[in-house]
């Protein structure tokens, strides 16, 4: 069997939920599938694009969740379905769903992961770390990526997981993730898949710290909300540190201006979701008072991607797909840079196949303002991939 | 800590009591941070955080043991290139390596099994008498026991050597012993020396030849005039110092001339032969027997007297004429004359004795050949001829 036919991608720009679904199909049907992932804007009709996709898909396992913007072969877009689907030949994979992430326990996600790599040992006699990884994809909005992401990859083991945070096209409403044919709010679902082609987890970020740094003084950490940073109202004061007025703030000058902490010698990004009306500041990630946060500033996001796709490539020669979780953030500031037709271009000629993230789950971490995904080349899996 | 003073902090003092208030804001948001951080049960960022530091341990425990194993199978790797080297080199060597340990080989190389003829399997189950001749068991023995026990540390000696199809090899051996924990074991170069040993016997040979063939002549195999010039000094200081005579015959063909030019000249070499072999078969052990030139021949003879010594020439003569010598169908019928001087009567060194018996035997020729002539002083004229010698 052809590499080349293990892996079909698809992309309908139809702004129709259930045309873009037919479409959809059209692209990425085939006799034998093990799996049908996909992504789409939240603007379609939800219902209508689960029950198009029930129907288009019966007896298939589909996963998916909607976006803050899709990548496929149509490149960069908003308000359409991407996404790819894969041979039982090639793979095999089981997925699960976590409903009611408010009411996550570490514990709950440390059974239901062993639970799920059980059932992928059991199809997949052979599967193991070394031909096998996890996809998760979690409520954007649920602000409990943290102890999922941790939770889920330390009951996985060596099996590496990466993930993105489902998104709602920018209006912060509700994310969605897609799990046995309708969608799920306040949910997250794991697949795991198993493979004879090699992979490469990867990360990729573009921001390097500057020796500026606040206090956050005032948090609801359950709401990721920062209400003061230095003793102020943090809009005003993070957007005074940046130098420009409160009122000017938006997404654009959060994914120019983003917060970093720093751990053992490493930048984090914290990403700011929103400048709240009462002068707080929403985040995508956790945070608390007391941290101690330092303003970054980005670097060329074109060579660090480029770098980042050719170690992919040393690694395990031209992938025939990337599944990639790429931050809103980094979206909006690509569509304002001089480099988007590059960058897409690395993108399309990569075979990417993705979305826009609320934040992006790498291992058992979650970041911000990443590009975190993995890469499957077409080659015989290897006897070490690390 | 904010690098940076509110713009607003003046000297005005309500101004400075909300940024006292501030930086205390700060300083509390710390100083609590720090304290929970102690806390078991963290919240979302210490996960975050506790995941953080988690993965970088785990990547770097993970890049420790990947490295110890790279290195280890480097050593690994060095270990069986080392020992294969070594193997190479002792398998390609010129000599045979063994070592014996409880009385049975436990490794042999190649060469070692090409030398005694042996397959690598069947070599193991035999011990160092097994490869040893019968008769050169004893020493063999003999210093596999004192280098077992300590008597002896390095050992080099030869024996014949037994090969798997029963044929017999010379074995040089250079062995050793060696402690390894509670064992001794032997180590031993073995050099199959067969064909140095061949080769040497060939030298010696070949110097005995060289050696002969400078004191003897090589068509009769008779001493030359070299080997008597060397023996003769030395026979008549002894025989001064042990009062003893010594007779010399000068012995010489007669019309040798006209046997060369009758039968030409392998048939005269053939007559040369058949006197210097007559001239040989009867003397004595002590006798110095040589050709002295062309057809002459000389006999010395220690501590014989001169009625004794007419006697011998006596018979060389009578044999030689009475049976004609056969060259291929041919009958060669051939005289010889004789002159006898005896020391110390006739000459009192080497030159005046056989100067004194070629002067007989010129007379003797003179006298018609085929004759024994005493050697005559000529101030004594009455001994020139004397009638009971001649025939």
Same mark, same amino acid.
Request: aromatic share 6%.
């Given at each position: 069997?052809?590499?080349?036919?293990?892996?079909? =991608?698809?992309?309908?720009?139809?702004?129709?939920?259930?045309?873009?679904?037919?479409?959809?199909?059209?692209?990425?049907?085939?006799?034998?599938?093990?799996?049908?992932?996909?992504?789409?804007?939240?603007?379609?009709?939800?219902?209508?694009?689960?029950?198009?996709?029930?129907?288009?898909?019966?007896?298939?396992?589909?996963?998916?969740?909607?976006?803050?913007?899709?990548?496929?072969?149509?490149?960069?877009?908003?308000?359409?379905?991407?996404?790819?689907?894969?041979?039982?030949? $090639?793979?095999?994979?089981?997925? $699960?769903?976590?409903?009611?992430?408010?009411?996550?326990?570490?514990?709950?996600?440390?059974?239901?992961?062993?639970?799920?790599?059980?059932?992928?040992?059991?199809?997949?006699?052979?599967?193991?770390?070394?031909?096998?990884?996890?996809?998760?994809?979690?409520?954007?909005?649920?602000?409990?990526?943290?102890?999922?992401?941790?939770?889920?990859?330390?009951?996985?083991?060596?099996?590496?997981?990466?993930?993105?945070?489902?998104?709602?096209?920018?209006?912060?409403?509700?994310?969605?993730?897609?799990?046995?044919?309708?969608?799920?709010?306040?949910?997250?679902?794991?697949?795991?898949?198993?493979?004879?082609?090699?992979?490469?987890?990867?990360?990729?970020?573009?921001?390097?710290?500057?020796?500026?740094?606040?206090?956050?003084?005032?948090?609801?950490?359950?709401?990721?909300?920062? =209400?003061?940073?230095?003793?102020?109202?943090?809009?005003?004061?993070?957007?005074?540190?940046?130098?420009?007025?409160? =009122?000017?703030?938006?997404?654009?000058?959060?994914?120019?201006?983003?917060?970093?902490?720093?751990?053992?010698?490493?930048?984090?990004?914290?990403?700011?979701?929103?400048?709240?009306?009462?002068?707080?500041?929403?985040?995508?990630?956790?945070?608390?008072?007391?941290?101690?946060?330092?303003?970054?500033?980005?670097?060329?996001?074109?060579?660090?991607?480029?770098?980042?796709?050719?170690?992919?490539?040393?690694?395990?020669?031209?992938?025939?797909?990337?599944?990639?979780?790429?931050?809103?953030? =980094?979206?909006?500031?690509?569509?304002?840079?001089?480099?988007?037709?590059?960058?897409?271009?690395?993108?399309?000629?990569?075979?990417?196949?993705?979305?826009?993230?609320?934040?992006?789950?790498?291992?058992?971490?979650?970041?911000?303002?990443?590009?975190?995904?993995?890469?499957?080349?077409?080659?015989?899996?290897?006897?070490?991939?690390? | 800590?904010?690098?940076?003073?509110? *713009?607003?902090?003046?000297?005005?003092?309500?101004?400075?009591?909300?940024?006292?208030?501030?930086?205390?804001?700060?300083?509390?948001?710390?100083?609590? +941070?720090?304290?929970?951080?102690?806390?078991?049960?963290?919240?979302?960022?210490?996960?975050?955080?506790?995941?953080?530091?988690?993965?970088?341990?785990?990547?770097?425990?993970?890049?420790?043991?990947?490295? &110890?194993?790279?290195?280890?199978?480097?050593?690994?790797?060095?270990?069986?290139?080392?020992?294969?080297?070594?193997?190479?080199?002792?398998?390609?060597?010129?000599?045979?390596?063994?070592?014996?340990?409880?009385?049975?080989?436990?490794?042999?190389?190649?060469?070692?099994?090409?030398?005694?003829?042996?397959?690598?399997?069947?070599?193991? @189950?035999?011990? *160092?008498? %097994?490869?040893?001749?019968?008769?050169?068991?004893?020493?063999?023995?003999?210093?596999?026991?004192? +280098?077992?026990?300590?008597?002896?540390?390095?050992?080099?000696? @030869?024996?014949?050597?037994?090969?798997?199809?029963?044929?017999?090899? %010379?074995?040089?051996?250079?062995?050793?012993?060696?402690?390894?924990?509670?064992?001794?074991?032997?180590?031993?170069?073995?050099?199959?020396?067969?064909?140095?040993?061949?080769?040497?016997?060939?030298?010696?040979?070949?110097?005995?030849?060289?050696?002969?063939?400078?004191?003897?002549?090589?068509?009769?195999?008779?001493?030359?005039?070299?080997?008597?010039?060397?023996?003769?000094?030395?026979?008549?200081?002894?025989?001064?110092?042990?009062?003893?005579?010594?007779?010399?015959?000068?012995?010489?063909?007669?019309?040798?001339?006209?046997?060369?030019?009758?039968?030409?000249?392998?048939?005269?070499?053939?007559?040369?032969?058949?006197?210097?072999?007559?001239?040989?078969?009867?003397?004595?052990?002590? %006798?110095?027997?040589?050709?002295?030139?062309?057809?002459?021949?000389?006999?010395?003879?220690?501590?014989?007297?001169?009625? &004794?010594?007419?006697?011998?020439?006596?018979?060389?003569?009578?044999?030689?004429?009475? &049976?004609?010598?056969?060259?291929? @169908?041919?009958?060669?019928?051939?005289?010889?004359?004789?002159?006898?001087?005896?020391?110390?009567?006739?000459?009192?060194?080497?030159?005046?004795?056989?100067?004194?018996?070629?002067?007989?035997?010129?007379?003797?020729?003179?006298?018609?050949?085929?004759?024994?002539?005493?050697?005559?002083?000529?101030?004594?004229?009455?001994?020139?001829?004397?009638? @009971?010698?001649?025939?």
């Amino acid at each position: 069997m052809e590499a080349g036919h293990s892996i079909r =991608r698809g992309h309908s720009l139809a702004t129709d939920a259930r045309q873009a679904v037919r479409e959809f199909r059209a692209a990425v049907a085939r006799p034998d599938t093990a799996l049908v992932l996909f992504f789409c804007s939240s603007e379609y009709d939800l219902d209508a694009l689960a029950e198009e996709m029930r129907l288009a898909f019966p007896e298939t396992q589909v996963v998916g969740c909607t976006t803050a913007g899709e990548i496929g072969p149509g490149g960069y877009r908003d308000h359409s379905l991407a996404g790819a689907s894969f041979s039982a030949a $090639g793979f095999s994979a089981v997925s $699960g769903c976590i409903d009611n992430l408010q009411g996550f326990e570490i514990a709950e996600g440390d059974a239901f992961a062993q639970d799920l790599l059980q059932k992928l040992e059991s199809r997949e006699a052979g599967a193991g770390a070394v031909n096998s990884f996890g996809l998760l994809l979690i409520d954007g909005l649920s602000a409990r990526e943290e102890p999922v992401t941790r939770s889920l990859q330390s009951a996985l083991g060596k099996v590496p997981m990466v993930g993105g945070s489902a998104g709602d096209g920018e209006r912060f409403g509700s994310t969605h993730v897609y799990f046995e044919g309708r969608f799920h709010a306040h949910a997250a679902v794991l697949t795991l898949v198993s493979t004879r082609f090699p992979f490469k987890l990867f990360k990729t970020q573009h921001f390097v710290a500057t020796g500026t740094r606040m206090v956050v003084t005032a948090a609801d950490i359950t709401t990721r909300i920062v =209400r003061e940073i230095n003793g102020l109202p943090a809009a005003e004061e993070y957007a005074r540190v940046i130098g420009i007025e409160a =009122r000017d703030l938006d997404p654009m000058r959060f994914a120019a201006w983003p917060v970093v902490v720093m751990i053992d010698g490493t930048n984090y990004v914290r990403s700011i979701q929103k400048a709240n009306p009462d002068g707080s500041l929403t985040f995508f990630c956790a945070i608390e008072e007391g941290l101690v946060l330092r303003v970054a500033k980005g670097v060329d996001l074109l060579a660090n991607l480029e770098e980042a796709f050719a170690a992919v490539r040393a690694e395990i020669g031209a992938p025939q797909l990337v599944l990639g979780c790429d931050c809103i953030l =980094r979206k909006l500031e690509i569509q304002q840079s001089p480099d988007k037709d590059r960058i897409e271009d690395i993108l399309l000629s990569n075979h990417a196949v993705g979305f826009n993230t609320y934040g992006e789950q790498y291992q058992g971490v979650h970041v911000n303002q990443t590009l975190t995904g993995i890469a499957i080349g077409s080659g015989a899996i290897k006897s070490d991939h690390a | 800590m904010p690098e940076t003073l509110s *713009p607003a902090a003046a000297m005005d003092e309500e101004l400075l009591r909300a940024e006292v208030a501030r930086l205390n804001k700060v300083v509390r948001a710390l100083m609590d +941070r720090a304290e929970r951080s102690t806390n078991v049960q963290g919240s979302d960022f210490s996960l975050f955080q506790s995941a953080v530091m988690l993965e970088e341990q785990v990547r770097a425990r993970t890049a420790e043991v990947e490295a &110890a194993l790279r290195r280890n199978e480097k050593v690994t790797r060095d270990l069986r290139e080392s020992e294969a080297k070594f193997r190479g080199l002792v398998n390609q060597s010129l000599v045979g390596i063994v070592i014996v340990e409880d009385g049975k080989f436990t490794y042999t190389n190649a060469k070692f099994n090409e030398i005694f003829g042996y397959a690598a399997d069947e070599v193991k @189950s035999l011990g *160092p008498l %097994d490869v040893v001749a019968e008769s050169d068991r004893p020493l063999v023995e003999e210093t596999l026991r004192k +280098r077992l026990s300590g008597e002896a540390e390095h050992v080099r000696y @030869s024996f014949r050597g037994l090969r798997k199809n029963g044929a017999q090899v %010379d074995i040089e051996c250079h062995g050793s012993a060696m402690q390894t924990g509670r064992k001794r074991t032997l180590i031993s170069l073995i050099m199959d020396v067969t064909e140095r040993t061949r080769a040497e016997r060939e030298v010696l040979a070949l110097q005995e030849k060289l050696r002969d063939e400078s004191t003897h002549d090589s068509l009769t195999g008779l001493y030359n005039r070299r080997f008597l010039e060397q023996s003769l000094a030395r026979e008549l200081a002894r025989a001064e110092r042990e009062r003893t005579p010594v007779s010399a015959i000068m012995g010489d063909l007669d019309h040798f001339k006209s046997v060369n030019d009758r039968y030409g000249h392998l048939a005269g070499d053939e007559v040369l032969r058949f006197f210097g072999a007559l001239i040989k078969g009867r003397a004595r052990a002590s %006798d110095i027997y040589c050709r002295y030139g062309g057809e002459e021949f000389l006999l010395v003879l220690p501590g014989m007297d001169e009625q &004794a010594a007419v006697e011998r020439a006596e018979q060389l003569r009578g044999a030689l004429a009475a &049976a004609p010598i056969a060259y291929g @169908s041919t009958q060669i019928a051939v005289t010889a004359s004789f002159g006898v001087a005896v020391f110390p009567r006739d000459g009192v060194s080497g030159d005046a004795l056989i100067e004194a018996a070629d002067n007989a035997l010129y007379a003797a020729k003179e006298a018609g050949r085929n004759r024994v002539l005493v050697f005559a002083k000529p101030a004594a004229p009455s001994l020139e001829a004397p009638s @009971s010698n001649r025939t």
